[in-house]
């Protein structure tokens, strides 16, 4: 009974010593903080971040707008006229469409890469930029189409311009007497004014 | 002294006793409020392995002044249902027992706010004062917790004051006296002359005294460390199942009141156990000034050392706070009434009869 109580004393003392043993080890170890701003972690290979669309190769397919499971990217497009200069992709391919609009709603992105797969022409890709908080929710609406809002008035009016011909040439073909022949030499005619 | 000096050179004995005692406020609670926030910052953190306040100042070392800033433009707010006279003098009230028994430290020879003769009792006398106004912060804020944290508060220091008490006259009987200016004098030249070590002189008594002053030693930073409700005993304010004990209700500067009378009384405390077993403000190893001659160095090389001193167990407290869980209310009772007041008595019996032999 009064062992024991001596005993409860003395590992009573010890244990604390030991403790603060353990704990004045640590006030000397380095410690683990990574000062963020300043410092920061190296992201993971393939890691998945903001998004970013090089409108050089982008072709308007609308195949990542179709991927995207929360329907962030919104991509308009504008078929141009035959003498239009779209350009080409970097892989050497002529371009058939205007792309008018190409926003992508990172308030609504989930960073889930489904939009990168499909795309043909590995324009759409994941950053490694991860730091880009707004104050405003309109912010994160980001604006990838290159056309000035002038310009896509512009491609607009003349591709308005090319319908309104064809509808006419149409119109003029159903006047004469072959109705039935006439629309097959439009499609190759329209195809190759696109290519 | 300083106050015969001040009354002398401003001829009104009035203004000098307040300038006196406002002395030890700015010249040494404030400032080593501030440091002791940050100190204990710094501690806690490199003890879990973070770097604690990095960000303010190089190191942080601002960051106390920072969050005093803070403080000051907090809006103070009170609730409805407060006890508004009671509530509103809480904060002071725990400030000025705190400071009250900085009047009978001795900062050095020279510096002390009154050459009591029964300095000791007159702090342990005191220090209970932090009681009353704990009980009152707790009675008034009308919060469960805060009540709860209050009573907890008022059982732990009224057990703990006895084991301080009976380490205390333990040492009267060895020493003789209750002033502590005389036992730091008494307690001068090298470290071995401290009473831990058995005190001044060199008999068979001084060697016999050293394992019970030890006992002594380690039962009075317990029980110390208990009065001024830090961990491992800081039941009345656990922040884990009380919010904060006592002050959950109190913001902005009475918030900050409770805080400095917290770390004022750390420091109050640590600065009694070195004045009982370590010497006080005197050096351990001699004076520099002494040795050459300029005798002016003498007080401030015995600031050094008791600040250093005070420093060293503040920093010890910090240390157990972040090394020991917190102790249930049973435990605590335990600790007190089955393990240290036996010891404690068991040790005034013995230190007694060697004296006597």
């Not at chain 2, 103070?76 to 006890?83: G, P």
């Not at chain 2, 057990?159 to 301080?164: D, H, K, L, M, N």
Request: proline fraction near 5%; aromatic fraction near 12%.
């Amino acid at each position: 009974m009064i062992k024991q109580y001596f005993l409860n004393t003395w590992s009573g003392i010890w244990t604390v010593l030991v403790g603060m043993k353990i704990t004045f080890k640590h006030l000397f170890t380095p410690s683990v903080t990574i000062q963020y701003p300043d410092v920061k972690v190296e992201l993971p290979e393939r890691s998945r971040n903001r998004l970013y669309v090089n409108m050089d190769d982008c072709i308007g397919c609308d195949q990542c707008a179709r991927a995207c499971p929360v329907s962030c990217i919104e991509i308009e497009t504008v078929k141009s006229v035959p003498g239009d200069e779209v350009g080409k992709t970097s892989n050497g391919k002529k371009k058939a469409l205007w792309v008018t609009k190409f926003n992508i709603d990172f308030a609504k992105c989930c960073c889930c890469q489904l939009c990168v797969f499909p795309c043909p022409t590995e324009c759409i890709k994941m950053t490694s930029i991860y730091e880009f908080s707004e104050f405003e929710r309109d912010n994160l609406l980001y604006n990838f189409a290159t056309l000035t809002p002038a310009e896509v008035d512009e491609k607009k009016d003349s591709y308005a311009k090319l319908e309104a011909e064809k509808a006419a040439q149409k119109a003029a073909a159903a006047a004469e007497p072959k109705p039935v022949a006439a629309p097959a030499p439009e499609k190759p005619k329209e195809e190759s004014s696109n290519n | 002294m300083i106050f015969d000096w001040l009354s002398s050179l401003i001829g009104n004995e009035i203004i000098a006793g307040i300038i006196c005692a406002c002395l030890p406020l700015f010249l040494f609670i404030l400032p080593f409020a501030l440091v002791a926030v940050l100190m204990e910052r710094k501690v806690s953190a490199h003890m879990q392995d973070r770097l604690g306040p990095m960000r303010t100042g190089y190191h942080g070392i601002i960051q106390t002044i920072a969050d005093i800033l803070k403080l000051f433009q907090k809006e103070d707010i009170m609730s409805n249902e407060v006890d508004k006279p009671l509530f509103n003098i809480a904060p002071v009230l725990t400030f000025i027992g705190s400071y009250a028994a900085f009047a009978a430290i001795p900062f050095t020879s020279n510096f002390i706010g009154t050459k009591l003769d029964l300095g000791i009792v007159y702090i342990l006398g005191v220090s209970s004062f932090g009681v009353v106004s704990i009980l009152m912060a707790g009675w008034s804020s009308n919060n469960k917790y805060s009540l709860l944290g209050a009573m907890r508060s008022a059982a732990q220091l009224v057990s703990y004051e006895i084991p301080t008490f009976l380490v205390v006259v333990t040492l009267i009987t060895v020493t003789g006296t209750t002033s502590l200016l005389n036992l730091s004098e008494m307690q001068t030249g090298h470290f071995w002359n401290w009473m831990i070590l058995g005190g001044p002189g060199l008999n068979l008594t001084k060697f016999l005294l050293i394992p019970f002053m030890i006992v002594g030693a380690v039962i009075v930073f317990i029980s110390t460390l208990a009065e001024v409700n830090r961990t491992p005993f800081d039941v009345p304010e656990a922040d884990s199942e009380l919010v904060a004990g006592y002050y959950t209700e109190y913001s902005g500067m009475k918030f900050a009141m409770f805080f400095l009378a917290e770390y004022a009384n750390m420091f109050a405390v640590s600065a009694i156990v070195s004045a009982l077993f370590f010497g006080g403000y005197q050096s351990p190893f001699g004076y520099l000034g002494n040795l050459l001659g300029v005798s002016w160095l003498v007080p401030f090389e015995q600031l050094f050392w008791f600040t250093l001193k005070g420093c060293l167990f503040v920093f010890v407290q910090m240390w157990l706070r972040w090394t020991l869980p917190r102790l249930r209310v049973d435990q605590l009772m335990t600790l007190c009434w089955k393990y240290l007041i036996p010891f404690a008595f068991a040790n005034l019996l013995i230190v007694g009869l060697l004296v006597v032999l």
